[in-house]
Each structure stands twice: as C-alpha cells, then as structure tokens.
C-alpha cells in the first residue's frame, strides 16, 4: 500500500495551502484587498487629511508643520501660539515670494473647522468640504475617515482581547473540568447578569470618558461568549483518542492543549471572528451614538450618526456615515468568510 | 423455485461531487426470490450499502444519478417511480434496519412510540391498537417482559436489545423484504449470533425474505441462501452459499475468504525478560448520588487482576463490551488512577507521580481502535510522528529527526510524501499504520493495542496485523491486545485471558483457553465467534 500516489501538490507547505484555499474564494479575496487599502491608507490619514501642511519653505529653511509645532511668530506673525494655517493672513505669510507650501490632498484633519464656509453649518458638500460639514464646521469626510480607522482599530483591539481571555478561560475549564469548571462557571453566570450598558453609564459619569476606558469595560465583559464554546470544545476534546494518546505519549497539560486541543477548538473562535470584529464596531458606534461613548473631540461615526439624526435634512451626515459602517462590515465578514474556509484543513 | 420478488438489473449509481463524478455502483444485477435470504458481502467502499440504500431510493437526490439500470419490484420500475409511491413503498412492503442501533433510535421518545409510528402511518390503527402490536412486535423479537420496556427510553437498552427494537420496527408493517446493513457489526460476538438466529427465525415464520449487508464473509456463511460478492461497485462472483464457500470461483472472493488472520508469531522461552509485572490491579468507580454527592456504591471495572508480560510476548485480553479490558489497559500503562503493585523492570511505576511518569511515558504506547479519531486531524502526519520524538528525543536536528521520520514511515509502509498531508487524506487502514508510526518511532517496550483492527476492513486487517507481528519480531515489543474478535487475538497471541465483568474467568496459552475452555462463558464466547466456522470449513 502506498501513500499519495493520486495527490498533486505534495511539497506546498501547510500554511501556503490555507492561503490557496483563501485565494480560491473570490470574494473574500477581494474584500480583503478593498479593506487592506482602505485600512492602510486609513493609517496615513495624518498625512493626507490635516489642516496643517506637510512641508513649509519659508525664507530659505524648511518647516514639517504636520509633524511639529510652530509658533506663528516663526513665520512672521503677531501670535506666539501655533499657526493657524487655514488663516488667510498666515497663508499670505507663507507663501509670499519665495516661499512656497505643500499641502495635504484634502485641507481639514478632523477636528479642522472650515472657517471659510458660505453657507451655514452643517454645510452640504461643496468643493471646499467634498462630503459636506457637520453641525460645527468640521470636514465630514476626514471625521469619516479617522472614524473609519478609530472604529476599525478599536475593534481589532476588543476582539483580540475577548479571544485571548475567552480561550485562556474556556481552554482552563474545559480541560481540567470537574470542580474547577464548576466554579468557574458560576462565577460567568454572576459575572454575566450584570447590566453592562448600566455600568457603562455610571463609569462615564465617574470617569473622563475615553476610547481606553470603552477599551476595558467592553473586554471585562466581551470574553463570556467565546469561553462558553471553547469550553464545550475542549470538554469534547479532551477525552478523543488523540488526546490521550498524546498523554500516553508523557505530553504536558499545557502542551497538550496548545498543540492538539487548541487547533481542533478554534471552530467557534473562527466562525465568531468576522462577527465579533463587526459586533465591536457596532457596539462603539451605538455608544457614541447614544453619547455614552468617546468625548465628541474624537472622531467617531456613532456621534456622525447621532448629528444626522438631529439634522435631518443634512443628508451628506447619515449617508456617508451609513455607507461607510455598511461598506466596513461587509468587507469583514466576506473575508471572516474566506478565513473560515480556508482554516478548514479538511476541504482541499 | 419460488417467484421472483425483486429484479435488479444492470443498476449503475455515480455520485455528483466538485471534483467530478464517481461511480460508486457500476452495473449491478442480481434478483431475490420470495422468502430468501441473500446477502451482500464486500468491503468498504465496494458499493454494498449505495446498492441497498438504492433499492429503497434513500440517496438524496441532489448528490446521486442513476445513469442506467431498472430495479423491478411487483411489475413496477422503481427507477422511475414518484417520490410520494416510494414513500408508500417504504417501511410497508421493503423496510431497512442499520447499523447503528444507536443513532437509528430517537433518543427523547420511547422505543413503543416509535414503533407504534409505523403503524399509525402505515396501517392507520389507532393509538390502543397499536400500543397492543408494538407489544406483540416487542415479544416476538425476544425483548423480555414487552408490556414494562414498550416504555423504555433507547438509552434504557443494551446494544442488543436496541437492534432487536429496530427489527421489530421494520417488521411493523409484515414487510416482504427487509433490508439489514451490517445489522450486526456494533454489537458483541455473542449477541450477533443471537440477532442472525432471530432474523433467521422471523423470516422462516413470516416468509419474508432478507437482503443482508455486510462486510464479514463468515457472518453469511450459515444465514444467507445466497451471497453476492461485491468489489469496486462489481458483483465479482454470485452463488449460493454452499457453492461460494466450498468451491470460490472468484480471485476476490477466495482473496477475502483467505483474509483471516494466520498464526505467525514468534516463540516465548520462560527465560525472557519480564517487563511489566502487576499485582492485584484494581480499578473502581464510586458511584455518587445526592446532593452531597455520598457514595452510595462502587462500580468494579477491574478487580484483582494480576499480570505478567513478557518481552516480545503478546498478551491477548478478550471480553464483551464493558468487561473492563480498555480499563485494566490503561490501568497498566496508569492512564487511570488504580490500585494494586505495577512493576516496570526495575521501576514501581504504580507508587510514581505523572512528574516521575513522564519520562518513563515513551515505552508504553497506546495503538486506538479509531484510526479517525486517534490522529488531530489539524496536524500533518510529520507533525503527528515527530510530537513524541521532539519530546523524548530532544537532542535531535531537524534533518535527523526527518530522517528518523522517513525511515518510521517506511517501516510501516508509507512513502516519504505522506509526511505533508493531513490524516483525512488517508484511508482507514493507511491512518492505522500511521499510528503505528507514532508509537514504534519511540522506541518503546510495551504497546497497548486497544482493538488495532476492529474498524478496519478484513483484508485491511491482515495486512495490519502482519505489519504488527512483524515490528514485534524485529523491535522485541510487548503487546497487550485488547480485542473482541477472538479470531484475531488467537492468530496474534502467546497467552491470553479472559475478562468478565472486571474479573478474569479464564487465562492461560492460546490453545489452552480456545481449544479446551475451562469456563462456560469461555466455551459461549468461542462457539459464538471461532468454532463454528471451523467446524464448517473442516
């Protein structure tokens, strides 16, 4: 009897298999290449949406405005505050004679106020703001691209959290079983029934609210989902033959649930990843929505949302912020998809 | 002859899958006749069970196509008959038991509901009345004191006692033909034989006849009139069942009918060395009730049993299912907390902490029944080989430990380009050899070989069970062979012992305990699974 006499592809590394696999769904693949560019170039948004300029040559020296401050006496000026560069007289200042500016490709960071507007805020798209201006002024298409990457960033970090301590604790509880998965499970009952949103207010009312402290309150209770799954898979795992042959082999606890329990467990985690990263977005957006979350100097597309519900008629605010949130989640969950499938050794 | 009840003819069955279609049934005629008995018999994948399952149209219609073939039942070409007159057809005139009385049986009702179904759906009797025949039903497939178990749930009953369920479902409708597919594999040796006499009676008292799946060759030899032998979707040879087993005319018939193991192992002077020893191993399980969890009894799944094993000896343990004999294997290697004195050379191993264990770890392997569940299917088979090297074997680079890889794989007859793929890429009796790998590659001295063949195909197994002589004659390895096939442990065994409700009955050298047992239970357990055929052969 010989082995692997029908099979092709013989010397292809695991690893490179699950990226073939994850090439071959179309759709994920493209999804994660919209995503990619969108959420890197999201990563350079200092760059290309700032109010201040890249590069100053003012009287023969250079100036990095966007990364440093200067006064504007530096160039100049009257003020020993920071430059105002969207300021005429300042532009006047620095772009006279010799010097010259370069600029980013849109003019507004997202706290930038476009003093500049002739019709009152929220302002609707025009060639200054190209999505228009919120209720105060400030560009909605940079709000909605520091959202964009605040929201996705803070979703990757609440739902690498919730993993890690949900497959820490369901690994724990599954594995050694018997009374200590008994009181640990109580404690996730009690932990479970306490009203989160509840306490969500009361923090906010106690501490400055930020994105960290979102961050921590979330993860306190994000984790209780997955552990329950990864729970019953290690339970189920933990007596299969593999399992004990490992042990019979002298393998460790730790190694035995690192290497033979853990990869047969990840079915729950995998098929919850596009869902728990795109529930995370939902949950900071609704919270700032509700004026629960981030302070509103941060760019956020639950506060965008809330100022298009109270300015109905500035149908630039709700549209941009709905299409963004929509094309967001989509793309995560088309490649969560691909993810899925190409984690699964057993389709070929 | 009697009339013809059902005629297959050229009856073709290709399934629809991504990577093309594959002919699972290539032109298969055959017919049975009223109040005969004929079996299927053929190994894994030869397209036995698609062919039965095609008889009744089970397949799901999205994944199969019947490309050519007439199935003639009662003037009529089910081929092309409407779903709705299958239907009426099923469980009334053709009904089916399978395998797995386990899974067959819904679990949350009781086992009377469940046939009383049948017979509201078919012979629309009302609730009372059908209550009374299911109790009828129940009697006359031998459950004892029908009237208390219609209302047992299926978790209730024994193996046995849940086939015999199944039969007294399919029998509901006075059905003229039953199909069985493999009826008999998940049960124990003892209670197989009484389910073939039971069907063997129900039919000579209804005149129904049977159509028989199995992959056991020697399981038909006293049931079946007639015997189809099938191979790759072929019917290879067709004859009764006198005829096929006196005279085979086919290559693969006479191949499967020689599949049964051979006596080939080597001798055992008293001199060698003793390597594992044990006294008075016991294993008990408290049971628990209340609140307070007090302990009400103990369960004793091992009890007293001493053990001595010598090197290159192997030591066959044989019972029914639940006589403890997994148990008292893993007691030995201490996989399960027991009591009583294990000696390992010089080692007391039963006094050692799993600290102290651990090292000691690499000269007890396990070799499961399962070869589907006994590999992590998410680990390449070099990953899977090289665990226990990287652990006891540290020492080793990277291309030594390949080397070693390669060489294992070799010995157990696997190419070097198995070492990429995962175990799902592998048939049965490849992933049972690569479990043999994984243990052999260490080394060690004494192998648990916990039913090594019991799920592999007869063919299959001869070939495992001579790859295990074999690394026994040339690595001086110990067995413990656990088994209920008596068949196999008296072809591989030096000595053997007898289990019974966590006791030994009976034990001593092959031929003593086979040939001349002591024990009435030794004497049932042979006659059931060894003498019988042998005194048709001789």
């Known amino acids: 009897m010989s082995a692997g006499s029908e099979s092709g592809h013989l010397h292809i590394s695991p690893g490179r298999r699950a990226w073939l696999r994850f090439k071959a769904n179309r759709r994920g693949f493209i999804s994660l290449w919209l995503f990619s560019i ?17 590069l100053v040559n003012y009287q023969g020296e250079l100036y990095f405005p966007f990364a440093k401050s200067y006064p504007e006496t530096a160039f100049g000026g009257d003020f020993e505050t920071e430059a105002d560069y969207a300021d005429p007289y300042v532009r006047e200042l620095i772009t006279a004679g010799d010097n010259w500016v370069i600029d980013p490709p849109i003019r507004y960071d997202f706290n930038a106020i476009n003093f500049q507007s002739e019709l009152p805020y929220p302002a ?49 509880q599954g594995y050694f079983s018997g009374r200590l998965d008994l009181v640990m499970q109580r404690i996730i009952e009690v932990w479970s029934s306490m009203p989160e949103l509840y306490l969500l207010i009361i923090f906010a009312s106690i501490f400055q609210p930020s994105i960290w402290l979102l961050i921590i309150l979330l993860s306190l209770f994000g984790w209780m ?50 869902f728990r990263i795109s529930g995370s977005i939902m949950a900071l957006t609704s919270l700032d929505f509700l004026g629960l979350g981030v302070p509103p100097t941060t760019p956020s597309l639950g506060e965008l949302l809330a100022q298009g519900k109270e300015n109905i008629e500035a149908w630039w605010l709700s549209l941009g912020t709905f299409l963004v949130l929509v094309g967001t989640l989509m793309l995560l969950i088309f490649i969560g998809e691909a993810l899925r499938e190409a984690l699964d050794t057993r389709k070929s | 002859m009697a009339a013809k009840l059902i005629q297959v003819e050229n009856l073709k069955v290709t399934f629809k899958t991504q990577v093309g279609d594959i002919e699972a049934v290539r032109g298969v005629s055959f017919d049975i006749h009223q109040s005969e008995n004929v079996a299927i018999v053929g190994e894994s994948g030869s397209g036995k069970s698609v ?10 219609e999205r994944r199969v196509d019947y490309p050519a073939g007439r199935i003639i039942y009662n003037n009529q070409d089910l081929m092309i008959a409407s779903e709705t007159e299958m239907r009426d057809l099923r469980g009334k005139d053709i009904s089916m038991i399978f395998q797995e009385p386990m899974t067959s049986l819904n679990p949350l009702y009781p086992v009377g509901v469940q046939i009383q179904e049948t017979l509201k759906l078919h012979r629309n009797m009302d609730s009372q009345a059908a209550r009374d025949v299911a109790i009828k039903l129940l009697d006359r497939v031998g459950i004892k004191d029908p009237k208390h178990k219609i209302d047992s749930f299926p978790h209730m ?46 039919q000579a008292e209804t005149g129904m006849s049977v159509l028989l799946i199995t992959h056991d060759l020697h399981l038909v030899r006293r049931f079946a009139d007639r015997v189809c032998v099938m191979h790759r979707g072929q019917i290879v040879e067709q004859a009764s069942s006198k005829e096929l087993f006196r005279n085979p005319q086919n290559k693969y018939t006479r191949y499967l009918l020689d599949s049964e193991p051979e006596t080939r192992i080597a001798e055992i002077k008293p001199t060698d060395k003793i390597v594992v020893e044990a006294e008075s191993i016991r294993v008990y399980f408290a049971i628990r009730k209340g609140f307070f969890k007090r302990k009400v009894g103990e369960v004793r799944a091992v009890d007293q ?51 102290q264990m651990r090292p000691l770890r690499r000269f007890f392997q396990i070799v499961f029944q399962d070869p589907f569940s006994s590999l992590s299917p998410r680990m390449t088979v070099e990953q899977i080989v090289a665990e226990g090297l990287k652990l006891h074997f540290p020492d080793l680079s990277k291309t030594q430990r390949r080397q070693r890889i ?5 010995e ?39 039913e090594p063949t019991s799920a592999l195909d007869v063919s299959v197994q001869k070939q495992v069970l001579s790859l295990l002589s074999d690394l026994q004659v040339s690595h001086k390895l110990s067995y413990l062979f656990i088994s209920h096939d008596l068949r196999v442990v008296r072809a591989m065994s030096h000595r053997v012992i007898v289990m019974r409700d966590g006791k030994v009955v009976e034990s001593g050298s092959v031929e003593q305990v086979f040939d001349h047992p002591q024990q009435q239970y030794t004497r049932q357990l042979a006659q059931a699974s060894l003498h019988n055929e042998w005194l048709i052969t001789n």
């Open chain 2, 51 to 60: 062919t039965a399952l095609s008889l009744l149209k089970l397949h799901d």
């Open chain 1, 225 to 274: 989902g997955l552990s329950d799954y990864v729970r019953a898979e290690f339970l189920r795992g933990r007596n299969l033959d593999y399992v004990r042959a490992a042990r019979a082999m002298g393998q460790s606890n730790r190694a035995i649930m690192r290497h033979h329990l853990l990869p047969n467990s990840m079915t729950p985690v995998i098929t919850f990843l596009p």
């Open chain 2, 412 to 450: 157990v007859g696997l190419d070097e380009d198995a070492l990429w793929r995962y175990p799902h890429e592998f048939s049965g009796g490849q992933r049972q050899r690569i479990a043999v790998a994984r243990t052999v590659i260490l080394e060690p001295e004494v192998i648990l070989l916990d």
């Open chain 1, 38 to 54: 969108l959420f890197i170039s999201s990563l350079f948004a200092e760059v290309l949406f700032n109010d201040k300029p890249l």
């Open chain 2, 406 to 410: 390669v060489k294992t794989l070799a």
């Open chain 2, 157 to 202: 009953l024994s193996g046995g006692q849940r086939q015999r369920v199944m039969i007294a479902m399919a029998l509901a409708c006075d059905p003229v033909l039953l199909i069985a597919d493999e009826p008999t594999t998940a049960l124990d040796v003892t209670v197989q034989q009484q389910i073939l006499e039971l069907l063997k009676d129900l």
């Open chain 2, 305 to 355: 049993i001493d053990i001595v094993l010598r090197q290159g000896e192997t030591l066959g343990i044989v019972g029914e299912s639940g006589s403890g004999k997994t148990t008292l294997g893993m007691a030995l290697l201490r996989m399960v907390e027991s009591s009583g004195r294990i000696r390992f050379h010089d080692h007391e191993i039963s006094t050692y902490p799993e600290r």
């Open chain 1, 124 to 172: 609707p798209p025009s060639s200054q703001n190209l999505l228009g201006t919120d209720d105060r002024g400030r560009d909605v298409f940079a709000r909605l691209v520091y959202g964009f990457r605040l929201s996705v960033l803070f979703a990757f970090a609440l739902t690498a959290i919730g993993i890690v301590i949900g497959i820490l604790t369901g690994a724990v």
